[in-house]
């Protein structure tokens, strides 16, 4: 860890596009201006930590505490007996359209 001392307005350059300025010092507080490029996120440690305790406790469910698909379908003794359901008419023959060349009279 690099420790440096700045006063404010003094800046500290990371890599070739993060700019810190320290912006004021109050007893214990140091305000801190951060620029960086838009695709870079920048959090505070007590927001990271816990988007990461979050992410790490959905990861761990259990997979039994999740909804399976099979709990979505009805009990095979639910379904209609396919032999009891009547049997579909055939399709007529579409008329063909207009002008086409292809089509028979």
Partial sequence: MLILTRRPGER????DDIL??????SGHTVRLGIAAPAGVPIYREEIWL??????????AAAADAL???ADA???????????????????????????DPNAQS
Avoid at 50 to 59: D, I, K, P, Q, S
Wanted: aromatic residues 0%; glycine residues 6%; without cysteine.
């Fill in 73 to 99: 379908l009805p009990p095979a003794d639910a379904l209609p007996d396919p032999e009891a359901l009547p049997a579909t008419a055939p399709r007529a023959p579409e008329d063909p359209p207009a002008g």
């Fill in 12 to 15: 500290v350059v990371i890599g």
């Fill in 67 to 69: 909804p399976s698909a």
């Fill in 20 to 25: 810190v300025t320290v912006m004021g010092v």
């Fill in 50 to 59: 816990a988007v990461e305790e979050e992410n790490r406790a959905a990861a």
